[in-house]
């Protein structure tokens, strides 16, 4: 990625409200026509990021720049302002019609009628609401308030627009809906977004890179594939649904293959750990099969655990079961195959997993 292609770029940013430092970022770059998603617990500083790219907060120390530029001026910064939009939870739309919220930072641009009129119906029909255009915003939907809001921030056509959880309160079908036009038109736009969430499923569906944040600070920053699969440390791998983490020693370490020792159980997985080493052993319970009986594996390619159903959730389309097998385990199951094995909790069964799934952290590594 050459120099041209950074759109923003923050260094050794510090935010602080009143003594206490909320935001700690050394460097990070925004690159032209990315999407970047920034997750977290709440308090972790997400929205507080998002608002200082804006430059709608002051930082105590460091610096942010734009194409290269520092936005070091009030002059600067207004620029910079007219090259981005942000969305917020609440819509905020204007007591009027929804056409007229959408052409509302059209006109503040000084567009003639005729090119508002374009932009408006196009951004309407982009995110499915061009029959809501004379309907006044005070009755709509959640859904579509949402739409009208990011209709109104793409139609000033921003290079970078900010979305602070967006889609938080509507329902699952309506935010589905949602998303699914706003990837669509962030695609055919080309716009670089930064967006907010606690939704693992609008991470995945939206994103090119992934920051994952923990007390003000970047935890991991990178694909949304090698964040879910590869996270460094305990607190991502919890935050990216990796409920299986499981304190073990290294036994044996040979070309990449490893034997863990959990508890007294062995569990062999992929890594270059020493033989003495304390690590954890982490793995998402879609990993995680079940059966009844247990498996015939001569060439080794599963962990194969015994063990019983301690517990049974309902969790729409799956079950989730809590298992013991001398060692906690949790399994992922569709509804479909827990009807065809008729689990219930008490029950005998054998767990499996291959050793691919079991991702290896170093014990003791930085939490933060």
Not at 10 to 34: F, H, M, T, Y
Not at 250 to 261: C, D, F, K, P, T
């Amino acid at each position: 990625m050459s120099a041209s292609d950074i759109l923003l770029s923050a260094e050794d940013l510090r935010v602080a409200l009143g003594n206490v430092l909320v935001l700690d970022i050394p460097s990070l770059r925004l690159n032209d026509k990315e999407v970047l998603t920034v997750v977290g617990p709440n308090g972790s500083g997400k929205s507080t990021l998002l608002l200082t790219l804006a430059c709608l907060l002051k930082p105590v120390s460091g610096s942010i720049s734009y194409r290269g530029k520092p936005l070091d001026s009030h002059e600067a910064i207004f620029r910079f302002r007219r090259k981005i939009a942000m969305v917020f939870q609440e819509p905020l739309l204007f007591d009027t019609s929804v056409y007229n919220n959408v052409a509302a930072g059209l006109k503040f641009r000084g567009l003639s009628k005729n090119r508002i009129r374009e932009r408006v119906e196009k951004y309407l029909n982009l995110f499915s609401i061009g029959h809501l255009a004379e309907r006044s915003a005070r009755k709509l939907s959640g859904g579509e308030s949402q739409r009208a809001s990011l209709a109104r921030a793409f139609a000033i056509e921003p290079e970078i627009i900010l979305l602070d959880e967006p889609f938080s309160a509507l329902d699952p079908p309506t935010r589905h809906g949602v998303i699914h036009d706003l990837d669509k038109v962030v695609q055919a736009t080309g716009t670089t977004t930064v967006m907010v969430t606690h939704v693992e499923f609008e991470a995945l569906t939206l994103s090119r890179r992934i920051a994952v944040m923990n007390l003000g600070r970047i935890a991991q920053l990178g694909s949304p594939s090698d964040v879910m699969q590869n996270p460094v440390n305990e607190f991502v791998a919890k935050l990216v649904g990796m409920e299986v983490i499981l304190s073990g020693t290294v036994l044996r370490s040979a070309e990449g293959q490893q034997a863990i020792s959990v508890a007294g159980k062995e569990i062999r997985a992929y890594g270059n750990g020493q033989p003495g080493e304390a690590v954890l052993c982490c793995i998402r319970p879609e990993n995680i099969r079940v059966g009844t009986q247990e498996m015939n594996d001569p060439e080794g390619s599963q962990n194969i655990l015994a063990g019983k159903i301690t517990h049974i959730y309902s969790m729409g389309p799956f079950a989730r079961l809590s298992l013991d097998c001398g060692i906690p385990l949790v399994s992922l199951v569709t509804r479909e195959s827990f009807s065809k094995m008729n689990l219930e909790e008490g029950q005998e069964i054998c767990a499996f997993f291959p050793p691919a799934s079991v991702h290896l952290i170093p014990a003791g590594s930085d939490s933060h």
